[in-house]
């Protein structure tokens, strides 16, 4: 995964007002009452907790886990759980991990701070928690920024700005998702490298990625050997139609066309070409904000 710019070091507090962070004077009640969890912090019964269904991290590393348990056993929960009040329970806003480990090292209450956030505040906050501990795995990342994009309308440079990344970072996070099922478990299961799958993806044959990421295993291949294949692979595909219809000798120009295209709009972009002098260009986009992002682009451009 992407190292994590040093803007995140700001924490939630930065993004979401200094409501996010934990007063200095905390109360603790097995019973919070809404006097003490206007106060800041409170302890409340491990059974009232309920993870966030929304949560972008799937995978919880069983050793790491262990390990935090451990030292919950020994000195306890020290930065306490953000939660929201939902009907009788609290649904879990950032801290899943510490809930888990509590539960395994017994205790019955933990220290929580109770927030108001509405449920796109509560996606945002899960998912940066997780990205300044680098936790998400890149294709949990990259369906979480897609969880945004698709429920709450925010384009990649929205998204960009609330996890200080570039956009060209969100763009490629989310072409992961382009990839074969089974190529995206390998990534997700540490199999293969973010490299790797970056590298595979210049493959469009879904089968052919499969393939070459199974080789990549079995083989321990590195990055630039994938690459090296990749580019055998499709200079293959490029030369056998060629015997037949020599147009076909400028399509290593079209693939520029294609790659300068997507640097500009911040997607992929396919040129279908009938013959060398016409054609069809698509351009993909994930939702209804980003294909007004590409409008308002394309109206720059005409201005």
Not at 225 to 236: G, Y
Not at 238 to 264: A, N
């Amino acid at each position: 995964m992407a190292a994590v710019k040093k803007g995140l070091g700001k924490g939630l507090e930065a993004l979401f007002g200094e409501e996010s962070s934990t007063p200095a004077q905390s109360k603790y009640t097995s019973a919070p009452d809404r006097k003490a969890l206007a106060s800041g912090e409170v302890k409340i019964k491990i059974t009232s907790i309920v993870p966030n269904s929304n949560q972008p991290r799937k995978v919880f590393e069983k050793e790491a886990l262990d390990e935090l348990t451990e030292s919950i056993r020994q000195y306890g929960v020290l930065t306490p759980l953000i939660v929201k009040r939902v009907g009788e329970n609290y649904e879990i806003i950032a801290g899943e991990r510490r809930w888990r480990a509590s539960q395994a090292a017994g205790l019955k209450e933990v220290p929580v701070v109770v927030r108001d956030y509405d449920d796109q505040s509560t996606a945002e906050i899960a998912l940066i928690e997780n990205l300044q501990r680098e936790d998400l795995n890149p294709i949990e990342e990259a369906q979480a920024y897609h969880e945004l994009m698709e429920t709450y309308h925010l384009n990649q440079e929205e998204i960009a700005r609330k996890v200080s990344k570039n956009r060209s970072t969100i763009t490629n996070a989310l072409r992961l998702l382009k990839l074969n099922k089974d190529v995206q478990q390998m990534l997700s299961d540490g199999l293969i490298s973010g490299g790797h799958a970056r590298a595979i993806l210049g493959l469009e044959d879904e089968r052919q990625q499969k393939q070459l990421a199974e080789e990549t295993v079995q083989g321990r291949l590195s990055v630039r050997e994938v690459e090296k294949k990749v580019k055998a692979l499709t200079r293959k595909k490029k030369e056998t139609p060629q015997k037949q219809t020599p147009e076909k000798d400028y399509s290593i120009f079209y693939k520029e066309y294609e790659e300068k295209m997507q640097d500009i709009l911040g997607t992929r972009v396919h040129i279908n070409r009938k013959d060398n002098t016409k054609g069809r260009i698509e351009i993909d986009y994930y939702s209804q904000a980003e294909l007004e992002r590409i409008m308002d682009l394309f109206r720059t451009i005409k201005e």
